[in-house]
């Protein structure tokens, strides 16, 4: 064969007959040699069984030959290389040491590579060897720059991802087939095979129909103590018990103790102990009953033991919203009126209202024989219990129509500093008139005036009806906005009934005055009828009528709107409690967790005092540490047509944060709001320093490679031999036209003749 045209040869058949002649043909040869033999079983002597056989056979095969006409075909062939990726792992787990003390996974895996020279040379020679980094992301690797391309800072690890990436072709545009796939990396996964391998990812790789092998690195010797996840709801309801659930995952404790704590904002509220009998993750559950509603960061933290592999992970943080499952409300009622039975009725039909109402229907003065307070109702009115040891319990507390002088009601007197205080520490009021309440009432006489946001003006009562005006101010207000625009809102109040009478009261310095009597009026500003204000941190509204229940009753029998009052009160209870919808200073960060190194970005909004859009107010957003109560960034904004601005601060570290946004305009404070942010102090990549070659072996194992457990170079690796590509010339020299196959045939069967007739067989 002359190598320099011709590279391969194969055995072919030149016969012009057809494949099944051919069959045919040497069946029936076969069959000849068969009954041959057959045929000498009647000779005696065993020598002369042999020659003849081996003369018969001679023949038999040179028959074949000459039937078969059997070739050498002569090709020039080119094998085509295929592709083999080798992937390396870049995550940031590759930074953790492979055993205690040892060199870092990535260091590993670098001088794996640069010790295998050799070895990719050889299978250069044969494939296309490409060679990548690989994180989140696939990158094509550089020799001359593997140092700098294979530092550990990837944020997350997605084997799986890679490895279809690599199938796809990397990004190389040479089309040519795949032969294999190695992985070097520690396993620790954490997108699609996080969970192990799944039906989904099993079925992706038997697609492939290239063995995948692993190389792992890293050791189970470690030491380390992490939380790895938590489970709670999004949202818990203040006073109301959550449970809280952590999972406490262990490497190289044995059999230990390890205290657990969970904080809100510094403050331990609960602690565990965890048992551990070897490694493993051990589930801890914290139950406690939020006291208060508001957005707060809260961490499950266990301490830093020596020669841990990794501090940072020992702690993690969440937000959780606490809200009010139902609104607590005590109302305590003079005497009865139509407008005490549509309010009660309508606060009792609330499912998110817990109503507690008591009602004094006659007092000591209406009868001279009553000896005692008790005498006064069917059960003990416990005015002490509520107004001392529960009020702080309620959320509401309104008074219609109520007597507190001594001779009048239950000594009530003594009592209303506590409600001052209480509406100041933040609690809500509301007071609704009656010849019981405000001027009438003598309230100007104490503390809780204080609080009110209006005073009476020394005139009696007006009963005559009118139809109540809203007022600038209420056109915009959250409370008035009993319809869904501006136009609407004002068409509904056009339709509510009137009122029969008002008390003649003026508003307060500060106060808002949202409904007001059309043409009665005091130092030249109308009489108000629904009036707001703040105390301290608390909220009161005052209603100087006691017929608004015309609001639903009398306005649906005239045809109007009967569901004006129904809306009233509900938006009154949501701006009385502090809904935070409705609060003029709002910040929500886009995003309560953050991981480390990312910045935390929130979205500010404000509202002027009558709730129309504060553009061009100046907003200051802060970042405090939640368990310090330390500021620890400050930024500035404008805010837009619509009231908002977004602001971003730079990544601060890990821990739990509150953010404080105020408005502004000039030295007008239009109020703060507030949001809460959890920096992660590990990522996803840091918070398991294990390495889980389980989960390479699967690999492996799913698509016929194999796993090695960091060798000193990279070995021989199961992988699918390249096509060889038949190209240029072919050639066919035929074997059987020699002289000696024919001299065989007729050699062989003359011998046997001459042989037969020696021997004396006929």
Same mark, same amino acid.
């Given at each position: 064969?002359?190598?320099?045209?011709?590279?391969?040869?194969?055995?072919?058949?030149?016969?012009?007959?057809?494949?099944?002649?051919?069959?045919?043909?040497?069946?029936?040869?076969?069959?000849?040699?068969?009954?041959?033999?057959?045929?000498?079983?009647?000779?005696?002597?065993?020598?002369?069984?042999?020659?003849?056989?081996?003369?018969?056979?001679?023949?038999?095969?040179?028959?074949?030959?000459?039937?078969?006409?059997?070739?050498?075909?002569?090709?020039?062939?080119?094998?085509?290389?295929? $592709?083999?990726? %080798?992937?390396?792992? $870049?995550?940031?787990?590759?930074?953790?040491?492979?055993?205690?003390?040892?060199?870092?996974?990535?260091?590993?895996?670098?001088?794996?590579?640069?010790?295998?020279?050799?070895?990719?040379?050889?299978?250069?020679?044969?494939?296309?060897?490409?060679?990548?980094?690989?994180?989140?992301?696939?990158?094509?690797?550089?020799?001359?720059?593997?140092?700098?391309?294979?530092?550990?800072?990837?944020?997350?690890?997605?084997?799986?991802?890679?490895?279809?990436?690599?199938?796809?072709?990397?990004?190389?545009?040479?089309?040519?087939?795949?032969?294999? !796939?190695?992985?070097?990396?520690?396993?620790?996964?954490?997108?699609?095979?996080?969970?192990?391998?799944?039906?989904?990812?099993?079925?992706?790789?038997?697609?492939?129909?290239?063995?995948?092998?692993?190389?792992?690195?890293?050791?189970?010797?470690?030491?380390?103590?992490?939380?790895?996840?938590?489970?709670?709801?999004?949202?818990?309801?203040?006073?109301?018990?959550?449970?809280?659930?952590?999972?406490?995952?262990?490497?190289?404790?044995?059999?230990?103790?390890?205290?657990?704590?969970?904080?809100?904002?510094?403050?331990?509220?609960?602690?565990?102990?965890?048992? =551990?009998?070897?490694?493993?993750?051990?589930?801890?559950?914290?139950?406690?009953?939020?006291?208060?509603?508001?957005?707060?960061?809260?961490?499950?933290?266990?301490?830093?033991?020596?020669?841990?592999?990794?501090?940072?992970?020992?702690?993690?943080?969440?937000?959780?919203?606490?809200?009010?499952?139902?609104?607590?409300?005590?109302?305590?009622?003079?005497?009865?009126?139509?407008?005490?039975?549509?309010?009660?009725?309508?606060?009792?039909?609330?499912?998110?209202?817990?109503?507690?109402?008591?009602?004094?229907?006659?007092?000591?003065?209406?009868?001279?024989?009553?000896?005692?307070?008790?005498?006064?109702?069917?059960?003990?009115?416990?005015? $002490?219990?509520?107004?001392?040891?529960?009020?702080?319990?309620?959320?509401?507390? !309104?008074?219609?129509?109520?007597?507190?002088?001594?001779?009048?009601?239950?000594?009530?007197?003594?009592?209303?500093?506590?409600?001052?205080?209480?509406?100041?520490?933040?609690?809500?009021?509301?007071?609704?008139?009656?010849?019981?309440?405000?001027?009438?009432?003598?309230?100007?006489?104490?503390?809780?005036?204080?609080?009110?946001? %209006?005073?009476?003006?020394?005139?009696?009562?007006?009963?005559?009806?009118?139809?109540?005006?809203?007022?600038?101010?209420?056109?915009?207000?959250?409370?008035?906005?009993?319809?869904?625009?501006?136009?609407?809102?004002?068409? /509904?109040?056009?339709?509510?009934?009137?009122?029969?009478?008002?008390?003649?009261?003026?508003?307060?310095?500060?106060?808002?005055?949202?409904?007001?009597?059309?043409?009665?009026?005091?130092?030249?500003?109308?009489?108000?009828?629904?009036?707001?204000?703040?105390?301290?941190?608390?909220?009161?509204?005052?209603?100087?009528?006691?017929?608004?229940?015309?609001?639903?009753?009398?306005? /649906?029998?005239?045809?109007?709107?009967?569901?004006?009052?129904?809306?009233?009160?509900?938006?009154?209870?949501?701006?009385?409690?502090?809904?935070?919808?409705?609060?003029?200073?709002?910040?929500?960060?886009?995003?309560?967790?953050?991981?480390?190194?990312?910045?935390?970005?929130? %979205?500010?909004?404000?509202?002027?005092?009558?709730?129309?859009?504060?553009?061009?107010?100046?907003?200051?957003?802060?970042?405090?540490?939640?368990?310090?109560?330390?500021?620890?960034?400050?930024?500035?904004?404008?805010?837009?047509?619509?009231? =908002?601005?977004?602001?971003?601060?730079?990544?601060?570290?890990?821990?739990?944060?509150?953010?404080?946004?105020?408005?502004?305009?000039?030295?007008?404070?239009?109020?703060?709001?507030?949001?809460?942010?959890?920096?992660?102090?590990?990522?996803?990549?840091?918070?398991?320093?294990?390495?889980?070659?389980?989960?390479?072996?699967?690999?492996?194992?799913?698509?016929?490679?194999?796993?090695?457990?960091?060798?000193?170079?990279?070995?021989?690796?199961?992988?699918?031999?390249?096509?060889?590509?038949?190209?240029?010339?072919?050639?066919?020299?035929?074997?059987?036209?020699?002289?000696?196959?024919?001299?065989?045939?007729?050699?062989?069967?003359?011998?046997?003749?001459?042989?037969?007739?020696?021997?004396?067989?006929?």
């Amino acid at each position: 064969m002359d190598s320099t045209l011709y590279n391969e040869w194969r055995l072919v058949s030149l016969s012009p007959f057809p494949g099944w002649a051919l069959a045919l043909l040497v069946v029936a040869a076969l069959a000849g040699i068969g009954l041959a033999t057959m045929a000498l079983r009647r000779e005696s002597r065993a020598w002369r069984r042999r020659l003849q056989f081996g003369l018969r056979l001679a023949a038999g095969l040179a028959l074949l030959a000459l039937l078969l006409e059997p070739g050498q075909r002569l090709m020039q062939t080119t094998r085509v290389k295929n $592709r083999v990726a %080798v992937l390396v792992d $870049r995550s940031a787990s590759m930074s953790f040491p492979v055993s205690p003390g040892g060199p870092t996974r990535g260091e590993t895996a670098l001088k794996l590579l640069r010790d295998s020279q050799g070895t990719l040379a050889e299978l250069a020679s044969r494939f296309n060897v490409e060679l990548y980094a690989f994180d989140r992301d696939l990158e094509a690797l550089d020799k001359e720059h593997l140092a700098d391309q294979l530092a550990p800072k990837g944020t997350v690890t997605d084997i799986a991802g890679a490895i279809r990436a690599a199938a796809s072709g990397g990004g190389a545009a040479s089309g040519r087939k795949l032969s294999g !796939i190695v992985v070097v990396s520690d396993g620790a996964d954490n997108v699609e095979l996080a969970d192990g391998l799944s039906p989904k990812l099993r079925t992706m790789l038997k697609e492939l129909q290239v063995p995948v092998s692993a190389i792992a690195i890293g050791s189970a010797g470690l030491k380390d103590l992490g939380i790895e996840k938590i489970a709670v709801d999004d949202f818990a309801f203040v006073r109301n018990t959550i449970d809280v659930t952590a999972t406490v995952r262990v490497h190289g404790f044995g059999n230990s103790e390890i205290p657990v704590a969970l904080k809100r904002e510094g403050r331990v509220i609960s602690s565990k102990t965890v048992k =551990t009998t070897g490694d493993g993750t051990y589930p801890v559950t914290f139950s406690f009953a939020p006291d208060q509603t508001g957005q707060f960061v809260f961490t499950v933290e266990a301490p830093v033991f020596a020669d841990e592999a990794v501090a940072t992970n020992n702690s993690r943080s969440f937000v959780l919203k606490v809200i009010r499952d139902r609104v607590r409300v005590l109302m305590v009622v003079g005497k009865p009126s139509w407008d005490v039975r549509f309010l009660r009725g309508l606060l009792k039909q609330d499912p998110n209202v817990d109503l507690i109402s008591f009602f004094i229907l006659r007092t000591a003065g209406d009868d001279p024989h009553v000896m005692a307070d008790d005498e006064l109702s069917l059960i003990p009115f416990p005015v $002490r219990e509520i107004f001392v040891e529960q009020l702080r319990t309620f959320d509401l507390v !309104i008074l219609q129509n109520f007597a507190y002088e001594p001779d009048r009601s239950y000594s009530m007197g003594m009592y209303l500093r506590n409600v001052r205080d209480y509406i100041k520490d933040g609690g809500a009021f509301v007071m609704i008139g009656g010849d019981n309440s405000f001027g009438e009432g003598r309230y100007e006489r104490t503390e809780l005036q204080e609080a009110l946001p %209006v005073e009476p003006t020394g005139q009696p009562v007006t009963v005559d009806p009118f139809k109540a005006r809203l007022t600038p101010e209420g056109k915009r207000h959250p409370v008035t906005a009993v319809a869904s625009s501006g136009d609407a809102i004002e068409k /509904a109040w056009s339709e509510v009934a009137e009122v029969d009478g008002i008390q003649q009261t003026r508003a307060r310095p500060g106060a808002q005055v949202l409904l007001e009597h059309p043409f009665l009026s005091e130092g030249g500003k109308n009489l108000p009828l629904v009036t707001l204000g703040e105390f301290g941190r608390g909220r009161v509204m005052a209603i100087t009528a006691d017929t608004t229940w015309n609001w639903s009753f009398g306005s /649906a029998a005239q045809g109007g709107n009967g569901r004006a009052y129904d809306h009233f009160w509900n938006n009154a209870i949501r701006w009385l409690v502090r809904d935070p919808d409705l609060t003029p200073v709002k910040v929500a960060a886009e995003k309560a967790g953050v991981e480390p190194g990312e910045p935390i970005a929130a %979205v500010v909004s404000a509202r002027e005092a009558d709730y129309g859009p504060a553009a061009g107010a100046e907003l200051v957003l802060e970042l405090v540490q939640a368990d310090e109560g330390r500021m620890v960034a400050r930024q500035k904004a404008i805010a837009g047509p619509d009231g =908002t601005a977004r602001i971003e601060l730079l990544p601060p570290k890990a821990g739990p944060y509150k953010l404080i946004a105020k408005a502004s305009r000039g030295s007008k404070e239009l109020g703060q709001g507030e949001d809460a942010v959890a920096v992660r102090a590990a990522g996803p990549e840091l918070a398991d320093a294990a390495p889980r070659p389980e989960l390479l072996r699967a690999l492996a194992e799913a698509t016929g490679g194999q796993l090695y457990q960091a060798p000193d170079r990279l070995p021989e690796v199961p992988l699918i031999d390249p096509e060889t590509v038949e190209v240029g010339r072919r050639k066919d020299l035929p074997i059987w036209d020699r002289w000696w196959s024919l001299a065989i045939l007729v050699g062989a069967i003359g011998a046997e003749w001459a042989l037969r007739r020696r021997w004396g067989y006929a």
